[in-house]
């Protein structure tokens, strides 16, 4: 029982990789009312923000989506519950394609909290075993598929891969490499050039998380744009300011 009520507080207590660094939000998201932002990225690839408030304060996330010639692709899900299905149905008003899978880069609310809506409502989710097995360690909707890691997955024209280079800010973060773009979207495995910490690490590994990020820098030197999960993400420099703040961290 204590574990079971030990795991739910964590989630409460902000294990959506919070920051203190969301203090310090850009000004365009203070500015903004919309409980969610789409922003283009390139004709393929868009990144949507939705947002939650955390003891008084409003924080925001960022995840993306990628359009195919068979329909969109979402890796993660809004964090906004109320959220869920206006996403749908912006993607449809704004692309005339309806959503066909989402992935989740690891087991958190902000990630693949609207797995329990898209399985009842029937879209086909996604999530590795790790993030599965937490999933269900948690008391918490899983996928009702297995991701390959390391597989280019090519779908409508598309191509991505779900990579895990090992234990950072949870133990089953994985990112999303799109190939044709020199594009990650790093999930909460990768902060804001903006942040000031590493935010919440409860369900993580500190001391895993440089050499695993040192992992991914050797498996892509060359990245054109990295998204990271929370905060602004147009800043360059996301690698390396997390790569700091674990220095500064040890």
Request: net charge positive; proline share 4%; charged share 20%.
């Amino acid at each position: 029982m204590n574990s079971i009520l030990s795991a739910n507080i964590r989630v409460l207590l902000v294990s959506f990789c919070l920051s203190t660094g969301f203090l310090f939000l850009s000004p365009s998201i203070h500015a903004q009312d919309k409980p969610l932002l789409i922003e283009k990225i390139n004709s393929n690839l868009y990144l949507y923000t939705t947002f939650n408030t955390f003891e008084g304060n409003k924080y925001a996330a960022n995840a993306v989506y990628l359009i195919t010639k068979k329909g969109v692709i979402l890796f993660d899900t809004p964090w906004d519950s109320t959220q869920y299905q206006p996403l749908l149905d912006s993607i449809n008003q704004k692309h005339n394609l309806p959503v066909i899978a989402i992935y989740a880069t690891h087991w958190h609310e902000d990630r693949a909290g609207g797995f329990a809506y898209y399985n009842r409502i029937g879209i086909p989710t996604y999530a590795t075993k790790m993030t599965n097995d937490l999933l269900k360690a948690n008391h918490k909707a899983q996928a009702a598929h297995l991701v390959d890691i390391d597989k280019i997955y090519t779908i409508g024209g598309q191509s991505f891969v779900v990579n895990f280079f090992g234990a950072g800010h949870s133990m089953d973060n994985v990112v999303i490499w799109f190939p044709k773009y020199k594009i990650l979207d790093g999930g909460c495995f990768i902060k804001s050039a903006e942040a000031r910490d590493l935010g919440f690490t409860a369900d993580g590994d500190i001391k895993s998380w440089k050499p695993s990020l040192a992992r991914l820098m050797t498996k892509y030197p060359q990245i054109n744009m990295v998204i990271p999960g929370h905060d602004a993400w147009r800043d360059k420099g996301q690698i390396k300011r997390t790569e700091m703040l674990l220095i500064e961290k040890r």
